[in-house]
């Protein structure tokens, strides 16, 4: 995914993210948790493309968060910009991250890597 940050697979934060964490079940194959901000433009494209993709891909989940609800995680997972995005396999671990509005290829390329 364009805009990928360093270290991924592994911009490993070395932590898996859980239900209690992102608000919402894991999806059972894969999870894209989305981080969002109230006035960001590209969060609504961003928001669409990953909708439309967890749609296509039986057991993907596409969790969205509100960065300013949620400064503590933001600050734990090192989250830099909106919108973001984190691919989570199915155990809650990150294995691809990406900030800017993601193209759907990309998404499904990333998406690979978790499933």
């Not at 199915?90 to 990333?110: F, K, N």
């Amino acid at each position: 995914m364009p805009g990928r940050e360093a270290g991924v697979p592994g911009h490993d934060t070395g932590r898996r993210l859980g239900a209690a964490d992102i608000g919402e079940p894991l999806g059972e194959r894969a999870t894209l948790v989305q981080f969002s901000s109230a006035f960001c433009q590209p969060c609504r494209a961003t928001r669409r493309v990953l909708a439309e993709v967890a749609a296509m891909v039986p057991g993907v989940a596409h969790v969205e968060i509100d960065a300013e609800a949620a400064l503590g995680l933001v600050r734990d997972l090192s989250i830099v910009k909106t919108p973001t995005v984190l691919v989570l396999d199915a155990t809650g671990a990150e294995v691809r991250r990406a900030a800017g509005q993601p193209r759907r290829a990309d998404v499904i390329a990333a998406l690979g890597e978790a499933v």
